[in-house]
Every structure is written in structure tokens, then in C-alpha cells.
């Protein structure tokens, strides 16, 4: 009866948001061995192509031992891992380069990658992210042309069913795909996907292109634009959503990939719930300014210098999983919220059309189910009602006027 | 000489109060649920931090609400099937003779009460058919305002158990797909933020459904000059003697 209750519980919660902080010791001891046998297998192997030594790495840029080990620790609480885990996270990530990662760029704006690369000093999850055995991405390798494709080639046969594959920007499928071609041969951007994930061992699609279709995906969709989940399949997907994907996330799936060997707990949109376990809403700042009823009203106002809640000027904090919130960005600076200006949910599906705009949903124009006119789901109630009221009104009237005719005897 | 009336009853007082509530609930539900969709008065930016909760205070008035619906909607559905009076499920089965009194009152409505061939003692199939579009759209309401809730108990853990937010996902993960599939989304993959469109609009569908009903019920009271009125406050109506 008891395994039968569990399984239930299984077959209906494992695709749901829930986030389970605590599986008990049992769970945990059985995990702390496989990882240790795995990291202690993987230390034998010799680096891939990437030679880079992490120490020297974090030396140049003046970051200490015990910097390293705070890092590790903090990465340690957001994969949702007990503390005794901490030193195994650490040699994780410095055998970071024992996984092989080929980087492919489709219908975006190269702003994930972008987000690795232009920090400003960069700090451990960026460092981390150049020793990664990064095998090919066009933006920051200096091949190019034929050349490119060599060693796209090389480093597919090479790593054939080991590698992970990234995936940055949307697939579109209009025109057969036309809309999008890449190379000399003119392979559209889906065939160029399918072909490389093949002998993927797992695709992690970064960004909300990638992800959901993203900005390209945006109605009218001339292109049709769609997301690697709705085209891939039989294959470990991982999503991690946000424009950009915060590299904290990257590093955290890697890590979680070299320490267990499997893709993390995933939810119903297939992204990670270390860090798409929690709403926005729930860990910002602001929240007590929004309990209170304080909101900015406009941009610039007493409330806006006082850093009330943005949820007026449009903040879907209360619909957005994320944890920029907790993490934020560029090694915890800021993050959106932090800087006065409300979540645009760039983590969620069609964020753009649905998200992304400066006012609450209740005021914002949403598409009639025909595709049509656009209204506030307001207009369109506060429309039918009136559409009612004029219905009853008539019926009352014509009641009225019959009621009378019967009493004088004409009817 | 004047026909003689006489009454019948038709609803217990649990039912009559059973009926207030829901009406007052309606009312707060939209009133704290507009207010949250948008924030509509001002908070004093100056007042003292005792009674700076607006939203919060909002927001509680509308999960008590809910959660009196909850336990409302399992009475009704409850009653639906064992009723003292005539239970309603009964005249929900699409029988000939439902049928045939169904269109016969929406003819009454429409021939401005000039042709009135069913019995209007007891409940008719129409307005049975009706309420149960109302419950319908409640249990809606609920559904997609749990999966809204829901997602602040992210951690799983709640107040009266884990249980809670495990059930509420599980009886309310559905209505993401369906909420997008029912507002017509182009994009291949549903969010939280069309159930939370769903949930708004489904509010207007109850409002245009209540102004009916309140009409409809004056409506009745006048022209069929049997008191239906009153079914709701004293629990019976009265017929001409002939009929019952
Ligand atoms: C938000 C407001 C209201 C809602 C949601 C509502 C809902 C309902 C529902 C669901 C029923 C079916 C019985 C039940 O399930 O309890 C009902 C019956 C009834 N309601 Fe209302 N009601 C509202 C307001 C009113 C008002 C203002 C009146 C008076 C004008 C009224 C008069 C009646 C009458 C007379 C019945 C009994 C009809 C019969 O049994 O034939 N209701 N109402
Ligand atoms: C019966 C169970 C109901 C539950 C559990 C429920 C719950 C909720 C929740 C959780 C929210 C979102 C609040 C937030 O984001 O913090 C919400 C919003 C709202 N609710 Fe309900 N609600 C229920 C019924 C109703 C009813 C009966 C109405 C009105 C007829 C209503 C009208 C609204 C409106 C207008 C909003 C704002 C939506 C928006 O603009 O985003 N709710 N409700
Ligand atoms: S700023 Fe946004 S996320 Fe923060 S409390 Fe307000 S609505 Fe929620
Ligand atoms: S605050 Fe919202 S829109 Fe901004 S990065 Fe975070 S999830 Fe994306």
C-alpha cells in the first residue's frame, strides 16, 4: 500500500513546481557516495582540449582560496545540497573542464553568451564558464568558414555521445525553415539543431529563445519561430530560461552534471528547480512595500524614490519563477527589481506578449481568442455586462409595455 | 372571486442562508479581487504602520472568501443529489420531459409571460440548468484561483501540512493548458499568466450571469404574480390553488 501511495504521489508531483529542500540523510549519504566514486573516476581522466589550470585562473584575477571555498558553498545552497557536499562542489568545479560543451547559436542575439563573456571583472562563475571544455562556439572561437565546420565535425565525432550541447536562440520553422540557414551549405537552423543533438549526451537550451521561442517567437511570428523543446525530442532537455540566462545557472547545471552524472530535477517547463523552484515575489525586496499597498505609481515619483513595489508599473514578480532574486546578477551586483524597475517574467513562456509590459495584466491589452481585437480583459467584461444590461433592459422594457396592454384588455 | 393561493415551500433555511452568503461572498470576491488584479485606492504613504496592510488585508479577504465558496460548493454539490426538495440532479438529465420544459420556459421568457405551459411550483429544469452553470463557473474560479495561490507554497511546506500544497497542485496543475487553450494562446506553451487571465475574466462571465439572474428572479415575482421572491427570504412561494 505504501509504495503504491508513493508511486501515485510520483506519477502526479514529479512534473509539478514543488521543491523538495529536504530528502532526508538516507538520500543524501547514498548521493554523497555515488558523486564521490564519479569526481574521484573523472580526476583520473586527463582535461580535454582546454589546458587552462582554474588555480592560475583564480590567481590572475586575485581571487583567493577562501574566496573559492565561499563560492563552492554558495553554489553548494543553491543546488539545494547539505553543506557536507561543499568540498565535493569544489573539485567539481575544478575538473569543470573534464565535460565537453559545444555552443550553437540560432535565431538570438548572442546576449547569453554575451553575458559569460563582458562582465566586467570577471568573477568565479565566469571563470569557471572559460575553462569549460568549450569545443566550439562561433562568436568566440577564432576559426571560421570551412575551417569551423571542421572542427564542429571533430569535436562532434571526437566527443560522439558525451558532449553537452548548448543551444542559444529560437528555431524557425517558417518557409521550411528558410528564414534561418547557417554555413556554406545553407543548413537551416532545425536541421543544424537536430543534427548536432544527435549524440548530444543531454541539450541544455539557454535563454528564452532557446527555451520558449523567446523575443523571435513574439506575435505576429513572422517567422515561427519556436523553442528547442517544441522541436526536440527523446532527448535529456534541460531549459534554463531568462534573457540572459544568468551564467550562476549555467555553472549550476555543469557542476550538477559532473557531480551526479544526470541532468537536475526538473519542472513542468523542464527547468531546473534549484532555480526555477521559487517565485520572484516571494524573495524580493520589495514585498513588504507590496503587502502594505505602497506601490510607484509612475516612474520617477515619492514612491519610486522610496523603493516601493513595481507591481503598478507592470512587476510579474508574482508570476515569474526565477531566482535573480536571491542570486541576482553579475556575481550578486544587482538585479532588475533591485535597480527600480519591475520583473518583465523573462524567464516564463511568451514573455513578451504576455509579460513584458509596463503596466498590471488587468490593464494591459490582451488578444480576444479569435485573434483579433486587442482589449483589457476589463473592456471585454465590463463589454459583455453592458451587452447584458442592454438585453435586460429591453426585455424589461417590452414586459413593461405588455404588462400594461393586459391590463386595459387588448391582449 | 379572488383564486386562492396557496404555499409551497421550497427552500430550508440552511439553503436560504446557504444562498445570502454566496451572494455576499460574490460581492467581496470582486471588490478584493479587483483591487488585487489592481491596486485601485492609495495607501496614506504618512499613515502609521499599524494599518498598512492594504494589500495583505485585500488579499486575506479574498482566500477567506474562497475558502467559505469551498466549503459552500460541496454543500451544493452535495445537495444536488440529496436534497429534501426536489433534487436538483433530477432535473439536469436531458429526459423529454425536462427538455420540453426547459424550452417551454425560455418561451415564457421571451412571449413576455404569454405563454406559460409548465408547472411553476417546483423547480424548473432551466433555472436548474442555469444555477448549475453558476457552480460551474465557481468551481472554475476555484480551481484557477488555487493554482494562483498554490505557487506561493513553493517550498512545499505550509502552515496546516504538506499535504496542502501537494493536493493543490494536484487538483489545480491542470488548468495552466486548459486556461491557455480556453483565452486562445498562440504560443505552444501555457503559463501561470493565463490562468491568472482566466480567473479575471470568468469573474465578468459570473457578473453578467448574477445581473441575469437578479432580473430574472423580479422578473418572475412580477409577471407570474406567485411571489418566487420570496423562495429566498422566507423559503416559499405561493400558486393558485388549482395548480398544487
Ligand atoms: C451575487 C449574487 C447572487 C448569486 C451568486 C446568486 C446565486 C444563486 C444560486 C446559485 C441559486 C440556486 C440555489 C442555490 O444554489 O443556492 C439562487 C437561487 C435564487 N436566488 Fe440568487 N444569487 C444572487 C443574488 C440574488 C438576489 C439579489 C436575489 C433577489 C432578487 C436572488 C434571488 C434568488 C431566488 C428567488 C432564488 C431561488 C430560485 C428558485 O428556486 O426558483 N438571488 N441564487
Ligand atoms: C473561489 C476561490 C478563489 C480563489 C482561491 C481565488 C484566488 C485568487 C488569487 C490567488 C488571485 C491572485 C492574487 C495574487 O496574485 O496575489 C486572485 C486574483 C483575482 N481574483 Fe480570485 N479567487 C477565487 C475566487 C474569485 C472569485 C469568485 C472572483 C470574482 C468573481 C475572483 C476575482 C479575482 C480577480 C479579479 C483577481 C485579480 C486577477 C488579476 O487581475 O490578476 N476570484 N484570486
Ligand atoms: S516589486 Fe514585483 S516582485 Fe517585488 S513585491 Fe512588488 S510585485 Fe512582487
Ligand atoms: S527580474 Fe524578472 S525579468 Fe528581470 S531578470 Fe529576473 S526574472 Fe527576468
Known amino acids: 500500500m505504501a509504495d503504491r501511495i508513493e508511486g501515485v504521489k510520483k506519477l502526479f508531483t514529479s512534473k509539478s513546481a514543488r521543491v523538495d529542500t529536504n530528502r ?47 563560492w563552492a558553498s554558495a553554489v553548494t545552497g543553491m543546488l539545494m545540497l547539505p553543506s557536507s557536499f561543499t568540498p565535493l562542489v569544489a573539485d567539481a568545479a575544478l575538473l569543470m573542464n573534464r565535460a565537453p560543451v559545444i555552443w550553437i547559436e540560432l535565431s538570438d542575439c548572442a546576449g547569453n553568451t554575451e553575458a559569460i563573456l563582458r562582465s566586467d571583472g570577471p568573477k568565479i562563475d565566469e ?7 568549450l569545443e566550439f562556439n562561433e562568436t568566440i572561437m577564432s576559426a571560421s568558414g570551412h575551417q569551423a565546420e571542421k572542427q564542429l565535425e571533430d569535436a562532434m565525432h571526437t566527443f560522439k555521445d558525451k558532449y553537452l550541447l548548448f543551444v542559444e536562440g529560437a528555431i524557425p520553422m517558417g518557409l521550411d525553415g528558410q528564414y534561418g540557414t547557417i554555413g556554406a551549405h545553407a543548413e537551416t537552423f532545425y536541421d543544424h539543431l537536430m ?142 527589481i533591485g535597480v527600480g524597475r519591475g520583473c518583465i517574467g523573462c524567464s516564463e513562456p511568451d514573455f513578451w506578449d504576455k509579460y513584458a509590459y509596463e503596466r498590471p495584466m488587468a490593464d494591459a491589452n490582451i488578444k480576444a481568442p479569435t485573434g483579433g481585437v486587442e482589449k483589457t480583459v476589463d473592456e471585454f467584461g465590463l463589454g459583455l455586462l453592458t451587452a447584458a444590461g442592454i438585453g435586460i433592459g429591453i426585455h424589461a422594457a417590452a414586459s413593461l409595455a405588455a404588462g400594461k396592454k393586459e391590463e386595459s384588455g387588448e391582449a | 372571486m379572488k383564486p386562492e393561493y396557496k404555499q409551497v415551500k421550497r427552500m430550508t433555511t440552511f439553503m436560504r442562508i446557504n444562498h445570502w452568503v454566496v451572494a455576499i461572498c460574490m460581492v467581496a470576491a470582486v471588490i478584493t479581487g479587483l483591487y488585487i488584479g489592481h491596486p485601485y485606492y492609495q495607501t496614506y504613504i504618512a499613515d502609521p504602520a499599524v494599518d498598512k496592510y492594504v494589500m495583505a488585508w485585500n488579499r486575506w479577504i479574498h482566500f477567506m472568501v474562497a475558502i467559505i465558496f469551498d466549503v459552500s460548493s460541496i454543500v451544493i454539490a452535495y445537495l444536488y443529489f440529496f436534497s429534501r426538495f426536489e433534487k436538483p440532479y433530477k432535473k439536469l438529465i436531458p429526459t423529454a420531459a425536462n427538455l420540453k420544459e426547459f424550452f417551454e420556459v425560455i418561451l415564457n421568457l421571451v412571449t413576455l409571460n404569454r405563454r406559460k405551459k409548465f408547472d411553476s411550483t417546483h423547480s424548473d429544469s432551466f433555472n436548474t440548468v442555469f444555477f448549475l452553470v453558476f457552480h460551474l463557473m465557481l468551481v472554475w474560479m476555484l480551481l484557477t484561483g488555487l493554482q494562483l495561490y498554490v505557487h506561493g507554497l513553493a517550498s512545499g511546506l505550509s502552515s496546516i501540512g504538506n499535504w496542502w500544497p501537494w493536493m493543490l497542485h494536484l487538483v489545480t496543475d491542470w488548468t495552466v493548458p486548459v486556461s491557455g487553450w480556453l483565452i486562445g494562446t498562440t504560443a505552444p506553451t501555457a503559463s501561470i499568466m493565463d490562468v491568472r487571465v482566466s480567473h479575471h475574466l470568468t469573474m465578468w462571465l459570473i457578473l453578467v450571469w448574477v445581473a441575469f439572474h437578479i432580473y430574472y428572479q423580479v422578473w418572475r415575482t412580477i409577471y407570474w404574480k406567485e411571489g418566487d421572491i420570496s423562495i429566498v427570504v422566507g423559503g416559499s412561494k405561493f400558486v393558485k390553488d388549482d395548480k398544487a
Request: with cysteine.
Open chain 1, 127 to 133: 571563470i569557471l564558464l572559460d575553462i569549460i571544455s
Open chain 1, 195 to 336: 543534427r548536432i543533438s544527435k549524440h548530444a549526451a543531454a541539450v541544455v537550451a539557454v535563454g528564452s529563445c532557446a527555451t520558449f521561442g523567446g523575443v523571435p517567437a513574439a506575435s505576429p511570428n513572422p517567422t515561427q519561430a519556436v523553442g528547442v523543446m517544441d522541436v526536440l525530442k527523446g532527448k535529456p532537455l534541460i531549459n534554463i530560461p531568462a534573457c540572459p540566462a544568468n551564467p550562476a545557472n549555467m555553472v549550476g547545471v555543469i557542476i550538477h552534471y559532473i557531480l551526479t552524472g544526470q541532468i537536475p530535477e526538473l519542472d513542468s517547463l523542464l527547468r531546473p528547480k534549484f532555480a526555477f523552484g521559487y517565485r520572484i515575489h516571494d524573495n524580493c525586496e520589495r514585498r513588504a512595500h507590496f503587502d502594505a499597498g505602497e506601490f510607484v505609481e509612475e516612474w520617477g515619483d515619492d514612491g519610486a524614490k522610496n523603493n516601493f513595489c513595481l507591481y503598478k508599473v507592470g512587476c510579474k514578480g508574482p508570476m515569474t519563477f526565477n531566482n535573480c532574486s536571491i542570486i541576482r546578477y553579475n556575481e550578486g551586483v544587482n538585479w532588475p
Open chain 1, 24 to 70: 532526508g540523510d538516507a538520500h543524501y549519504e547514498r548521493l554523497f557516495q555515488i558523486c564521490q566514486t564519479r569526481i574521484e573516476a573523472l580526476k583520473t581522466q586527463t582535461p580535454q582540449q582546454n589546458r587552462l589550470h582554474i588555480d592560475d585562473l583564480l590567481e590572475d584575477q586575485g581571487i583567493s582560496r577562501r574566496d573559492f571555498m565561499k
